[in-house]
């Protein structure tokens, strides 16, 4: 038995050295990295680059200010990403999404998990189970920067089809 244990504590330790051992990656020159035709690779100054960059940057710090003092944040997303020059504003359509989970703490101090609790619920081993999961909050998002660099932010109110309604990520915050 001890020798057993002792085997398996050496492969233990042998794994985790294995796994800090710093291993070589082969670097690729830039020859390697861009594609034979380089005529739609468009400069970093354009404003497609800027427009995207700018626009994950404003909603990430929008997000935290809305979002953090209620979850713990640990990823911002932007999906179908679409961009447009609409008098001589950029229009951006996107999907957004945060994905979230609530700061650790144990469920059964949380109100309407204890509430479920007392009355025997039978949603409360799920309520308990799902409080410290990370979930996705998504939405639908056009941004506008205009030609005085100022961005604004719309959300699609629209169950089918389109209808962009100007917003904050504060509008997100239920209150009493």
């Known amino acids: 038995m001890k020798k057993l244990l002792f085997m398996l504590l050496i492969l233990v330790l042998t794994l985790s050295v294995?796994?800090?051992?710093?291993?070589?990656?082969p670097s690729k020159t830039p020859?390697?990295?861009?594609?034979e035709d380089t005529s739609q690779v468009l400069p970093e100054d354009t404003p497609e680059v800027s427009a995207y960059d700018r626009i994950s940057?404003?909603?990430e710090e929008e997000s935290i200010i809305a979002f953090s003092p209620y979850y713990e944040l640990l990823e911002f997303k932007i999906s179908?990403?679409?961009e447009?020059?609409?008098?001589?504003?950029?229009?951006?359509?996107?999907?957004?999404?945060?994905v979230a989970k609530n700061y650790d703490r144990d469920p059964d101090t949380v109100g309407?998990?204890?509430?479920?609790?007392?009355?025997?619920?039978?949603?409360?081993?799920?309520?308990?189970?799902?409080?410290l999961m990370p979930?996705?909050?998504?939405?639908?998002?056009?941004?506008?920067?205009?030609?005085?660099?100022?961005?604004?932010?719309?959300?699609?109110?629209?169950?089918?089809?389109v209808e962009w309604v100007e917003t904050s990520m504060t509008d997100y915050i239920l209150s009493d």
């Not at 979930?135 to 089809?161: A, E, R």
């Open 135 to 161: 979930h996705d909050m998504n939405f639908d998002f056009k941004v506008v920067i205009d030609k005085d660099d100022n961005l604004t932010l719309y959300s699609n109110v629209s169950p089918k089809g």
């Open 57 to 59: 940057d404003f909603l």
């Open 112 to 131: 309407y998990i204890i509430e479920a609790k007392e009355r025997g619920s039978e949603s409360y081993q799920q309520l308990y189970d799902e409080y």
């Open 31 to 35: 020859a390697e990295i861009l594609p």
């Open 18 to 25: 294995m796994a800090c051992t710093k291993q070589e990656v």
């Open 80 to 82: 179908n990403y679409d």
């Open 84 to 98: 447009k020059i609409v008098n001589d504003n950029i229009e951006s359509t996107f999907y957004y999404t945060i």
